[in-house]
């Protein structure tokens, strides 16, 4: 599966994003779905997720900020980003779960002003 990260810019403290990660093929065939970001300087760490069922989870850094979403009509996960903080700066990575292995997106950068 190929993914296909966007979204990312550069926005205040307190503004709002919205990633998208379009697939390439059918996302309710792919039973788990994320992000992850890596911070300058720190080792990449998983954000938020999604189950082809439904199930959503968060890291606590972002949780009640952040939230993921599907679209399978359009094979596309979407992490909307609010409340963003200067510490939410980072390259965000797509990212999906198949039975063969980890796939990833390329990253897209997000950078939030003081």
């Known amino acids: 599966v190929q993914l296909q990260a966007s979204g990312g810019g550069l926005v205040q403290a307190g503004g709002s994003l919205r990633l998208s990660c379009a697939a390439s093929?059918?996302?309710?065939?792919?039973?788990?779905m994320g992000w992850y970001r890596q911070r300058p300087g720190k080792q990449r760490e998983w954000v938020a997720a999604?189950?082809?069922?439904?199930?959503?989870g968060y890291a606590d850094s972002v949780k009640g900020r952040f939230a993921i979403s599907s679209d399978n009509a359009k094979s596309t996960v979407y992490l909307q980003m609010n409340s963003l903080k200067p510490e939410d700066t980072a390259v965000y990575y797509c990212?999906?779960?198949?039975?063969?292995?980890?796939?990833w997106g390329q990253g897209t950068l997000v950078t939030v002003s003081s």
């Open positions: 093929r059918s996302i309710f065939s792919i039973g788990f």
């Open positions: 990212h999906a779960r198949l039975v063969d292995g980890n796939y």
């Open positions: 999604t189950t082809s069922g439904g199930s959503t």
